[in-house]
Each structure stands twice: as structure tokens, then as C-alpha cells.
């Protein structure tokens, strides 16, 4: 064999060599495409599913429907069954497909898992007002108005103003009766709240400094009135015209002594 006639061999050589593998590839892309497509059955929800469900309890909010494989969410269940005795650890929304990973075990729940980032579990004990105990319950949102001597040794104008708002109540105080004897006895009960670190700052100085009480926020289209606070003065002149303001401020105690008999 010629020197040219072995370079043509080897070069037909490689050629085939490079075609079956070429054939090879395109056969097994193919093959990788179909199977994507291939059609299999997953679980979604009918409607939105809240943070802290019961496995158990929501099988009748589930529907099976069918997706390309490769379109399956990690850890998709097969069966509704599969969520048996686990709790849903965030939010799954209408449409969404069900998956373990979303969900945790019951032992893993509670407030440890209602908290994250910069909140913080903050526990605070009041009587049965300040705490709403009987309305309060948990998942509400609350404000917390708060009052407090500004001259900060008890000789000042007291201030009062909204301290904190839209707190998440993650365990309220229970209204039972035994709960009811014990706080006779006691005097106090307590709610645990989601404050920031920050806030949680707040809380304990109007605590420690001031007088308080929770207020229960609207479940739907909660809104908020501009910041202000009030002392004293604006207690007396809230209200009043211009003519009575006039009149206060140059004889406070006149009204009081022209009643007087």
C-alpha cells in the first residue's frame, strides 16, 4: 500500500468513525427529548393551602393532573397519602404543585417555625385587658399603644402614642376556666408576639417605663391613621374652635368657676 492510499484510508476511517458518533448523539438527544415529554401524573392545589396545615386535613384540597416529566417539582408527592402526619412549613398557592419539600413533621412545628431572620419569639405577661385574653387568638396581627411619663422621673406630661403595629400573635393567652383561675391567683397571663430585634427593644422599654395594652387588628384591609401622640394639651384642645381656644389660653378655670354656683 502506497503512502496516499493509507492516508485516504485513514481519513475514511475517521470519517466513519465520526459519523457513528454524530448518529450516536442525535440518537441519545432524541431519546432524552422523548422522555422529557413523556407524561406523568403529580398532585396540585385547588386552592391556596396556609402555612401550618395538617397533611391530614387537606387531601380534599388536592387534584391530580398530568405534566411532562421533566416539568415535575423535586419531591413531588405520589399520593395525597404521602402528607400523612406533616404540616405545610410555608404557604402553597392555588395551581402549585404539592411537594415534601414544602411540608415538615409536626415535631418540627410550632412557634420555632414561625420565626426566622431577624424575628424574635418575644413573651410579654399582662392582665386580662391588656391582652384581649378571650378575643386574641393566634396568627391575629395586633398594634400596641403605649403611654409614658416624658419627663422620665414622674414629674412630667404623660405621652401617649401607637408603639408598635401589626405584630403577629403567635400564641395568644387562653380563655378556659381553669386559665381564668389561675389568673385570679396569679394576676397575669401572657402572649407570645414576632418582633423584630429592633422592636423588640420597643416592647420591653414600654414595658419596663410605661403603661400598655394590645389592639386587635382588622383581619381584611387593615389600615393605618397618620403617626401622632398625644399629652395633655392636645387632650384639652382637641375639638375645640378657635374662639374657645382663645378663651382657654387666657383663663383656663374659667369655665370651671362660671359653673361653679
Known amino acids: 500500500m502506497t503512502y496516499r492510499l493509507r492516508n485516504i484510508a485513514i481519513a475514511v476511517a475517521l470519517a466513519v468513525l465520526a459519523a457513528m458518533m454524530t448518529s450516536f448523539y442525535v440518537k441519545q438527544q432524541k431519546q432524552d427529548i422523548q422522555q422529557g415529554q413523556v407524561l406523568t401524573t403529580v398532585w396540585v392545589a385547588k386552592s391556596d393551602i396556609p402555612a401550618g396545615s395538617v397533611g391530614d386535613d387537606i387531601t380534599g384540597q388536592l387534584e391530580s393532573t398530568e405534566v411532562a416529566k421533566s416539568a415535575v417539582t423535586p419531591g413531588a408527592i405520589v399520593q395525597p397519602e404521602d402528607l400523612a402526619g406533616k404540616v405545610s412549613a410555608e404557604t402553597i398557592y392555588a395551581g402549585e404543585q404539592v411537594s415534601l419539600l414544602r411540608f415538615s413533621t409536626e415535631e418540627a412545628q410550632g412557634i420555632r417555625a414561625q420565626i426566622s431572620g431577624n424575628l424574635r419569639a418575644f413573651q410579654i405577661p399582662g392582665d386580662a ?84 395594652s394590645l389592639t386587635l387588628r382588622p383581619t381584611t384591609d387593615a389600615a393605618d391613621s397618620p403617626e401622632s401622640l398625644e399629652w395633655s394639651g392636645t387632650m384639652l384642645s382637641d375639638g375645640l ?11 383656663p378655670f374659667q ?6 354656683p
Do not use: C
Not at 403605649?146 to 401607637?162: E, L, N, T, Y
Open 241 to 251: 374652635t378657635r374662639a374657645q381656644l382663645r378663651r382657654l389660653l387666657i383663663d
Open 255 to 260: 369655665n370651671e368657676r362660671t359653673s361653679t
Open 129 to 212: 385587658n391588656q391582652l384581649l385574653v378571650g378575643t386574641l387568638a393566634a396568627g391575629d396581627h395586633v398594634d400596641i399603644v403605649g403611654a409614658w411619663d416624658s419627663g422620665g422621673g414622674g414629674g412630667g406630661d404623660k405621652i401617649s402614642r401607637v408603639v408598635l403595629r401589626d405584630i403577629l400573635v403567635l400564641e395568644a393567652p387562653e380563655a378556659s376556666t381553669e386559665t381564668k383561675r389561675v389568673t385570679q391567683e396569679s394576676g397575669d397571663q401572657a402572649v407570645k408576639l414576632a418582633v423584630t430585634d429592633a422592636q423588640a427593644q420597643k416592647l420591653f422599654w414600654i414595658f419596663t417605663n410605661g403603661d400598655w
